[in-house]
């Protein structure tokens, strides 16, 4: 596709409930980043996968956050047992090779509302 | 650990009036650093950049020069226009092998007025 494709661009759910957010890279591009950004806050980092390579995920804040990478391309980020504190904005990247000064595309991303 | 500051907003101009928008760094090693801009109902996208000391970055008439002896990245221009009214965040990437791992400042909302 044309950008970074993120699905969906909002969801509210309950508290305790799983969520799954989409991310589609730009065709091509080795490297994936998801951020979050919360009312008031920067940009805080979550995980960053290139190529192959085991995805740094030293950003996740709790071991109910995961992602995955499959084939590459699509990425997963999976929020288990959601708190009100996940309510952001989660925001995906993506860039070419992943390399020091290169270019990051963000996409819009999902608005998550936890009630 | 690796950190930005920016100066805190919102900031409201007039139009043709001079901005800067200060942001200074912690970071070990030689960083890159970046402005990256999100325009109401838009997502981030990256303004300009600077991958050493003393390198200079531009774009659309804003620049920001990369001050390593005072650890700064301060985003500057001479003429603003109401289409510059935005969120602007500056950036640090760290070299190495941990160049994934950006780390943002707050962000500052600018606010143009005819």
């Known amino acids: 596709g044309a950008g970074v494709s993120q699905s969906p661009s909002n969801k509210v759910t309950e508290k305790g409930k799983d969520v799954e957010l989409r991310c589609d890279p730009i065709?091509?591009?080795?490297?994936l980043y998801w951020y979050r950004q919360s009312l008031g806050q920067g940009l805080e980092f979550l995980i960053y996968?290139?190529?192959?390579?085991?995805?740094?995920k030293s950003g996740l804040p709790s071991d109910r956050f995961s992602a995955e990478r499959t084939g590459g391309s699509v990425s997963t980020l999976t929020i288990q047992r959601t708190q009100q504190e996940d309510s952001a904005v989660y925001l995906c990247?993506?860039?070419?090779?992943?390399?020091?000064?290169?270019?990051?595309?963000f996409g819009s991303g999902t608005q998550l509302s936890v009630l | 650990g690796d950190s930005v500051t920016q100066m805190e907003g919102p900031v409201t101009l007039s139009e043709e009036a001079f901005l800067t928008i200060n942001c200074t760094y912690t970071a070990t090693g030689y960083p890159s650093l970046f402005w990256y801009v999100q325009y109401p109902g838009e997502g981030l996208q990256l303004l300009l950049k600077?991958?050493?000391?003393?390198d200079k970055g531009s774009n659309k008439g804003f620049e920001a020069t990369y001050r390593k002896e005072t650890t700064s990245f301060h985003l500057e221009k001479g003429s603003v226009q109401v289409s510059d009214s935005a969120v602007y965040f500056c950036?640090?990437?760290?070299?190495?092998?941990?160049?994934?791992?950006?780390?943002f400042g707050q962000g500052t909302i600018l606010t143009v007025h005819p």
């Open positions: 996968f290139q190529g192959n390579s085991a995805p740094d």
């Open positions: 990247a993506s860039s070419l090779q992943g390399t020091t000064g290169e270019k990051l595309f």
């Open positions: 600077a991958t050493k000391a003393d």
């Open positions: 950036a640090l990437q760290p070299g190495g092998t941990s160049y994934g791992k950006l780390t």
């Open positions: 065709s091509g591009h080795t490297a």
